[in-house]
């Protein structure tokens, strides 16, 4: 096979995603909208052929572009990503392929695993590229309605199934072998800026974390797959009790946000001090204790043990500092000592509560900071 043979061409079109069609020597590679499945392997090969630069520039000028590249051109190919190609041939080599050899037949396998649906035998790779996708009802436990409507992404290899349910509050990956549940993976990710849509996402969250079973119902090729939670073990429990305390945190913020009538423009990753001055404020509009004031060194009267305090307006609340969260400055305007019971401590000559010291709450304005 000669130099001028042993090529690769390249048809880029911006938009959509690589169909691979080859013969012994020559590689085509068409970007269109069709449903042929990009992979990891395939982009890095581009990206090293083609270089980054030149596929911003296929991207800005919206043009169909052609190159060809040969031996030549990939003869220093990176050996990492040339020793993962290799990994993925196997047995299919027998040692005396040269670069563009290997990446041709790597591509041309690809490519007719995907036309012919080839399950047995395939790459390892193949656990990770989707052959398809499937709609899919999902039931809780034993209901009668549908809880959701998903879409499954679909993968196959030899004796396992693969599916990943992709869905705008949750997601869940589960292999079945020998059409067995052999492995269950979910989680969440909600970050949305609009607290009310996270607690509709945190509502969905926290019945699926509740469910003991989740069925997927596939209608198109009549199959169920029952999910059995309870194989989540320990992980499941964590996720139970993590899923509460952050419903708490979206709570106290919608809390919030009813009482000074603002909206807050919620960022995916909230800081330290977010987190406290949450509570802070929660507590504030509930008119429970902000701080804990030191005893009070007030002359104990004789016999009494024991002070009823009736709440009591200390300061505009000068004394404490103002708050910041979420593009909002929270301005203290009123501290109070709390109703409580004060007792004797003689060994520190002063009046505080049971607990130590004595309860204050503090109120707060608002203003767009």
């Known amino acids: 096979m000669t130099q001028t043979e042993n090529k690769l061409e390249i048809h880029i079109h911006e938009g959509g995603q690589l169909n691979l069609a080859m013969d012994e020597s020559n590689i085509n590679a068409i970007q269109n909208n069709s449903v042929q499945q ?22 800005e000028n919206g043009k169909e572009e052609y190159i060809s590249a040969c031996e030549d051109d990939v003869k220093d190919f990176p050996d990492e990503i040339m020793e993962c190609y290799k990994y993925q041939l196997g047995p299919r080599l027998n040692g005396t392929e040269n670069n563009l050899k290997i990446i041709c037949m790597l591509l041309r396998e690809i490519e007719n695993t995907l036309k012919t649906g080839k399950r047995y035998g395939v790459m390892p790779m193949f656990c990770y590229i989707p052959r398809g996708n499937r709609k899919a009802y999902v039931y809780l436990d034993d209901g009668k309605m549908p809880f959701d409507y998903v879409e499954l992404e679909e993968y196959f290899w030899d004796a396992y199934q693969k599916y990943v349910a992709k869905n705008k509050y949750y997601q869940m990956t589960f292999i079945l072998y020998k059409e067995q549940l052999a492995y269950i993976e979910y989680g969440y990710t909600l970050i ?12 969905k969250v926290v019945k699926i974390n509740n469910a003991d079973k989740i069925s997927f119902l596939l209608n198109d090729i009549n199959k169920k797959i029952d999910i059995d939670m309870n194989m989540l073990g320990d992980e499941r429990e964590q996720q139970i009790e993590l899923t509460k305390y952050w419903v708490e945190q979206m709570e106290m913020i919608d809390t919030i946000e009813k009482f000074y009538d603002i909206k807050f423009y919620l960022p ?72 409580c019971t004060l007792i004797w401590k003689k060994k520190i000559r002063a009046w505080e509560t049971s607990e130590g010291g004595v309860p204050v709450r503090v109120e707060f304005s608002c203003y767009k900071a």
């Open 38 to 59: 990009e992979n990891d392997i395939v982009n890095s090969f581009l990206e090293v052929i083609n270089n980054e630069e030149y596929i911003h520039k296929i991207y």
């Open 192 to 203: 949305f800026s609009d607290v009310t849509e996270r607690l509709y996402g945190f509502g």
């Open 268 to 339: 995916k990753k909230a800081k330290e001090k977010d987190y406290d001055a949450i509570e802070t404020i929660y507590n504030a509009i509930n008119k429970k204790q902000t701080c804990i004031f030191p005893a009070m060194p007030l002359e104990k009267e004789l016999f009494r043990k024991s002070i009823k305090m009736d709440e009591i307006l200390i300061n505009d609340g000068k004394n404490f500092q103002p708050l910041e969260l979420f593009g909002y400055k929270f301005i203290p305007h009123a501290a109070y000592l709390m109703k």
